[in-house]
């Protein structure tokens, strides 16, 4: 009877719960998705469609993997200058040209690849599309006078004060000043050695061989050595620069780590329960603890930078500051979930509170806690990345320097390949440390 | 006669070995620790001389100044304190920006790191072969600092709150990812076996059979990472997206005059942290332990 009675509830309950269950599984995605749209009206996401500037991402995506070389005259003057991305630091000498640029009396032909040739001479400037035709432009008095196969494709852009023919294999500009080629080549030019060094020239086999038994480049020095030199001292990529930056980076962040570990270390056991008997100071001690991670690093990142000024040390500083918050909670909870007999073991041996601390508590703890103060270093060497863009030190200042300048964006992705290896390399170096320490091998 | 033969009297050497051996081997524990430790505070020492010399101010020098600019701020604030209610309240959108960019950017990198997860979790993944795959792109996305990320976005898109969302949330798929992966891996198979069993494809095991499993789980550190999050959200608006560290950064700059501004923006944004992080911890303790 009991059983008969008891059914129809049981089931009434199992139905009316798994009612309930299905109406939340549909009401949490429901609730998730209406907030994203809230969020996207709020973010005027229809609005950005219209504003982003797909150009500017199209410049930047080319830009990480490719250079140009640009092959310009001066009109005026007659002289030809071939330079990598216009750069007056990086103009090839007269008689270490690239291949594909030959010059003759007067007469200065550009080889594009694929058949696209650009000639210059006296009369103005000729570019050969293969499968369109010749595009041959003269000046004529103050105007520029432009012989092309009729109608003109809409990559060819000409006014009478300037020409411009865009094509896969390259750019080329003619105004009445100048006359510009750019070829685009993929690859980071100059990577190694910029063009005043004689290794530039050189192909992997033949600085291989310079290096091992060549004879010496400069007098002073092995090849080996002066290689690394101007490896080193590079003027585009500045190798040595940002190698000191991203040095000083790593050294923010481990010794912010570190140090905020050892400030807490104490702290946390004035503040664990267990530990410390006077309850006063440690609702005192963790409301500091509250106070400084509740501020947040951006703030101390601030108020440090005004007192010390820009540099390594005041980002070490806030990010021992804002971690001695993390470390002294998370410390005094590992101090609060110990095992007290092991304490109590050492008490009985008449040990005093310094000594039950350090062989009855530190023992028990200092895995956990040594893997909390890794978690943190690893997590800190990103950190350390932004702090450094707003206290104007290590890698993040190279990085938003290059991003503010708004055309370095090979720098930027040199920058970022090495930021993500550092910050891998700290992460399993944190891991391997980890296992080492705590699982004893 | 068992007890005899082991007897104390039969031969002390081997006991005696065993503590001399024992001493020895604490004795070297205890060098190698010693030699680590001395290590440590060289390394610390002279990395903190190099850090101060490449700094534009030094350390003695600068820590008499620390509590100077609060306390510029403060007094000024202080003289204008009938100021503060309404700066205050005029910043609270920009507050909400900051919020909505953390709460939306954990979302969408919680839903991914779900799907890397799930696909890079051994025993769950959809295609076993491409578990090594989808960790490393994990660690690439925790790896790539997000203000290069912001910073690039806002060239393309210009300033706003997108460009930080989409830079939060790929570092929260990395992060999310891989603390997922491993409650995963804890996951029971048995309700995953019933369900493939009955034919069900692989998405349904995995919606029905280990995320009711982990959810809880999921949810606690997803809540975390909010908490981060937030803080995130504010400081990438000082480096250039919206938001209430934009609102600080201008503030900041105009300087003397406009510090009760910044005392109020610095007010809200304490407040918020804290009340976040006292729900989140409540939440999450709730989630937990049920």
Redesign the interface.
Known sequence: MTTATLAPDLAATVTIRFARRRMLSFAVPALILAYLLYAAVAFDLPGLAARARLDNAAILLSDFWQHKTHVTRDNRSGEVSVSIEGDSKAVYPADRLPGWVTMAGGLTTVDLGGGHVVTYDDQGARYVVPGYGTVDIRPDGNALALTAPQPLPDWINASNTRVTVTTDAGRFTYTRARVETFRYQPGWEMFLFTLDSPFHYMSWGELAASALWGDRVRADQPNILAMAQDVWTNRVWRHGDVAWAMFETVLMAFLGTFGAAIVALPLGFLAARNMMPLGAVRFGLRRVFDFIRGVDGLIWTIILARAFGPGPMTGSLAILLTDTGSFGKLFSEALENIDEKQVEGIRSTGANTLQQARFGVIPQVMPVLLSQVLYFLESNTRGATVIGAIVGGGIGLLLTQAIQTQKDWEDVAYYMVLIVLTIMAMDSLSGWLRRKLIKGE | MVDIAFGPGRDPRPASGTSAAYLAMVRRRRMYGGILLVL?VV??AS??D???G??????LQ??P??L???AEVLAEAWEKRANLPGLVLAHVPALV?TL?IA??ST??GGMIAMALALLATRGLARWPRLTTLFRRMM??F???????IA??LI????G???PA?AAIALHTAGALGKLFSEVAENADLKPVEGLSSTGATWGQQMWLGVIPQVAPNWLSYALMRFEINV?AS??LG??GSGGI?YD?KIA?QWGMGRYDEVVAI?LL??LA??AI?RLSDHARHRLVKG
């Open positions: 440590f390394l610390m990395g903190f190099l850090a101060q490449r700094n534009a101010g030094g350390f600068g820590l100044r620390v100077e600019f609060p920006e909505n709460a939306v979302l969408l660690d690439a925790r790896a790539i600092p997000e203000i290069v910073l690039m060239y393309i898109l210009g706003g709150p997108v969302v803080r504010a400081i000082f480096v560290g600080l900041m610095f944004l304490f942290i804290v992080d």
